[in-house]
């Protein structure tokens, strides 16, 4: 059942008797709960927020409407880890309801000062006209994890020429300085991010905006994110409103990439090269990155999307955040690898290695429903070549690759309960052999996979939601042949 406005911009306070214990009743009995991705307990949860290191440990928060599971009332959501792999469940980071986020504390950002984690995120607000007003808020945790809000806005006005659609302030510090991009949309309904400076963290001077060659793309733009690698500017952004081309740009939403020159102030002039998506797979926004202590960038999205209907909408809760993924550059792109430290997951292993000419055979070795997966396939004149995964006597999911087209593709046609299919059941991306030989690195967890194709050279990731009985792994080969090298491991 659908909740009206008055309900959604309930806080957690306002809950009826029961009513968090009849969400949690209908969220025991979902078939589609996640093993290793972080999830809400219920309700729903959409942005990574706040991804930082402090004192000793990862802290990562999300958007969390704890209410049911369209988008309402959002809070800040707190886990934490030290390893990247094994997160705690900390309970609300950031509750709204103030008079400057008495809609939501929306989405923001972490960094550290004072050996305190500061937390810069939009402050909600609306009229009871419904008229939006977005403050630019700051709450500050201590090593203990108490978060207290500053009581003020540290950013109170939008800018002459950009509209209310103005949000996800992504903070960093640069030798003594602060900064932060956010997302906005000019006043003529194109998006673009801007720039603020500061020396404290409290007070803002506005820069301007970010000069992009981008002046017509999209209507708005959320969550940016600016950092450096390897002496290249890398501005990442969730542009909304764009139109599908080709492979590209098949979801409702899309976040994507520009690298280029590094930022330079007081010019703000940001000279890059194309704008690529992050990832061609069905479910992915939003993504917010940070620092490792050993320099490395890490990079954490939502594996869902906005205004799509998910099956587990039923059942109390909905999404969860991708894995942790490391950032490269090489050759002018993003290369993204899940993040090394999960290794340690890995429990009992299984191998296969076979020849498939073709055919199609089952791999009595191989499934489940939870599980890493690494395969090296060596084309041999093949017309197409891959693996059925979570198959059952009426579903698979398929990552294969389509020789002519110089292609991967995923299809979740017959994955299950379905879901968006207006936005179509295949996606795919230009992906070339490598000595004819293609590599495709997979996490399945009970209703998603992420597939890292040649080393995180192109990443798919997607919600999926077979039946539990859906455990077969089948290789095939069409028109020709391919060597098959399997590794799965068990994820403990
Ligand atoms: C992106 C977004 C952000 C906003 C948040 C609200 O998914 O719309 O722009 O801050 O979600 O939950």
Not at 13 to 22: F, L, N, Q, V
Not at 387 to 393: A, H, L, Q, S
Not at 403 to 419: H, I, M, N, P, Y
Not at 469 to 488: C, D, K, P
Request: glycine share 10%.
């Amino acid at each position: 059942m659908k909740m009206g406005r008055e309900q959604l911009y309930r806080l957690i306070e306002e809950a009826e008797p029961g009513e968090r214990e009849a969400l949690e009743r209908l969220v025991v009995h979902s078939p589609w709960r996640q093993k290793f991705h972080i999830q809400p307990e219920v309700g729903l949860l959409n942005d990574p927020n706040g991804f930082s290191y402090y004192g000793g440990e990862y802290h990562l928060f999300y958007q969390w409407f704890p209410l049911g599971t369209q988008h309402g009332m959002k809070y800040w959501y707190h886990t934490s880890s030290t390893d990247l792999v094994h997160w705690k469940n900390l309970g609300i980071g950031i509750a709204p309801g103030g008079p400057f986020d008495s809609h939501g504390a929306f989405s923001g950002s972490a960094v550290e000062k004072d050996g305190k984690l500061f937390l810069m995120y939009t402050g909600n607000t609306r009229t009871e006209e419904w008229v939006r007003f977005p403050y630019q808020c700051m709450a500050i945790m201590e090593r203990d994890g108490t978060v207290t809000k500053l009581g003020r806005p540290v950013i109170s006005d939008v800018p002459p020429g950009f509209t209310d659609h103005f949000r996800d302030p992504k903070v960093w510090k640069e030798l003594e300085s602060y900064y932060c991009v956010i997302g906005t949309q000019r006043t003529d309904h194109t998006g673009c991010v801007v720039l603020y400076s500061s020396a404290d963290l409290l007070n803002w001077r506005f820069e301007g905006e970010l000069g992009t060659r981008l002046k017509q793309f999209g209507y708005m733009w959320e969550c940016p994110d600016y950092f450096e690698l390897d002496g290249a500017g890398v501005l990442l952004f969730s542009p909304q409103g764009l139109t599908s081309e080709g492979n590209n740009c098949r979801n409702i939403y899309q976040s994507g990439y520009l690298i280029g020159d590094p930022l330079r102030l007081p010019d703000r002039d940001f000279r890059h090269g194309e704008f690529w998506e992050l990832d061609y797979g069905f479910d992915f926004y939003a993504p917010q990155t940070t620092q490792a202590p050993d320099g490395r960038r890490l990079l954490v999205g939502w594996m869902g999307l906005p205004e799509i209907e998910y099956p587990t909408d039923q059942h109390g809760w909905a999404h969860c955040l991708t894995l942790p993924r490391e950032l490269t550059l090489d050759n002018g792109r993003l290369i993204q690898r899940p993040a090394r430290e999960l290794v340690k997951h890995r429990g009992r292993m299984a191998e296969v290695h076979t020849v498939m000419h073709s055919r199609a055979a089952d791999m009595k070795e191989l499934g489940g429903t939870v599980y890493e997966l690494l395969a090296h396939i060596w084309e041999g004149g093949a017309e197409r070549f891959g693996i059925e995964f979570r198959v059952g006597p009426n579903e698979r999911t398929v990552i294969y690759y389509d020789s002519a087209a110089g292609k991967v593709v995923l299809d979740r046609s017959e994955s299950g309960q379905g879901l968006a299919l207006e936005y179509g059941t295949q996606r795919s991306h230009a992906v070339a052999l490598r000595d004819s030989m293609l590599t495709l690195h997979m996490f399945v967890d009970t209703s998603s996979v992420e597939v890292f194709v040649n080393d995180g050279e192109t990443v798919f990731s997607a919600r999926i939601f077979p039946e539990q009985v859906s455990t077969g792994i089948r290789l095939y080969a069409e028109g020709g042949s391919a060597e098959f090298r399997v590794v799965q491991w068990e994820i403990e």
